[in-house]
């Protein structure tokens, strides 16, 4: 995924910017392709585009994006447990139509669910379907990350 690149390295405040970045709005995309020709490896670099022919202007090229086929979306960034039963939210959106697969969670050592996967079924574009999940402290529970992922045929999306 492309990002601005003064957010590729921050630290703090301050940033590192390699003086060739300046004034690029984004970093440039590249695909590397490996290649053996006459038993000598080597590797060809070019940018990602997509090719097609129009009726009227010729060929035209533009740049090839990599997307996620869903966004996963937690309702709460932070989740304090002060003993007992939680409960979590989270939306997935279809950034494409017919999304359909399932909804997992990763939980911290020593902490349980009542259903580790949900079914997704996105008829729409842009539509969204909630889910809500129980997380349910051991005696050892840790501290620390709570990690959903979809995954579905068309492809995965984690958050």
């Not at 997509?50 to 009726?55: A, C, L, Q």
């Amino acid at each position: 995924m492309d990002a601005p690149f003064w957010l590729e390295k921050p630290h703090g405040t301050l940033f590192n910017i390699p003086s060739k970045l300046i004034g690029l709005p984004v970093l440039k995309q590249h695909a590397f392709l490996p290649l053996n020709i006459a038993g000598t490896d080597m590797v060809a670099e070019m940018p990602p585009l997509y090719k097609w022919v129009d009726r009227v202007e010729g060929e035209r090229t533009s740049p090839a994006y990599a997307v996620p086929v869903a966004s996963v979306i937690p309702k709460s960034d932070v989740l304090i447990a002060t003993g007992g039963t939680q409960s979590i939210t989270v939306e997935v959106e279809a950034l494409t139509d017919d999304l359909t697969g399932q909804l997992n969670i990763t939980l911290p050592l020593g902490w349980a669910t009542t259903k580790d996967l949900k079914a997704v079924n996105i008829a729409k574009k842009n539509e969204r379907q909630s889910f809500t999940f129980q997380l349910i402290p051991g005696e050892k529970a840790q501290a620390g990350a709570v990690r959903f992922e979809f995954v579905g045929p068309k492809g995965r999306s984690d958050r």
